[in-house]
């Protein structure tokens, strides 16, 4: 009994045979009723399947198979594989706040579930990771960068004014003198807040290296927390360091707080 000879249009004019395992053929040569197959991944350089199938033109059978199908799988497995992985890429730029390794797992699990050996189609890790970068930057483009310091607050992302979590992180963002052309960015998030509520010794630091453009500072407020670790709590950038810019960064703190604080050498 012969298996009947399917077949389908790979692209305009190229008809390919399809047996039942879902292998696929592109024609060699017809001689008589009989048509000369060979694996549609013959040519395939990284692979050259030598694997072969004759079809009887007037009973429409595969009448011999030869060779087995080494180094690939059906491309109907190859389809069903590329689903799996779009499938969690896409889902992976909808979710910009999961890590890539969870998707990765994800897709080594269907692909496991599937029990069909389709491991040889799945991409990189390497390559899959940079397919979901590329999907989260073009769900979620990077920022326009500010070119003046007006720009800095009509461009800043929204949602960067959050931690993950739907927290307020952004806690003041504006001009703290115009007159000296004062810009301040001040974050903590609630767990920052909550870490300066329970810490007695605080540790403050300027850095201007590392500051982004437009600002002459990143100033960060540590706390020693009970643990004996110290961790960043605050962060500000600031245009310049001046007297207002820190007042601003300590009341703004100061009023978030429900522990008291004694500003000293800061007129309240
Ligand atoms: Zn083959």
Known sequence: MFQAAKYYNARAGSVRLIDQNNYTYTKEKEIGAKTYWTCSKYRDKAIQCKARAVTNNEENVIITLTGTHTNHGSELMTIKTKLIVNEAVSRSAENPNVGPRRYLGEIQNK??????NIAYALPSL???KQAIVRARKKNNPTPKTPNTLDEVLELFPKD??????QGLFLRFGGWISEE?????????????????NNSKTWFADGTFKTAPSLFAQVYVIFCL???KRILPAAYACLTNKNTVSYEKLLLTIKSAMTEPILLESFRN
């Open 111 to 116: 692909v496991d579930e599937t029990n069909a």
């Open 126 to 128: 390497q390559a899959t």
């Open 160 to 165: 960067l004014k959050f931690t993950s979590d």
């Open 180 to 196: 000296e052309q004062t810009l301040g960015l001040i974050f903590f998030s609630e767990n920052g807040l909550m870490m300066m």
């Open 225 to 227: 927390c009970q643990d």
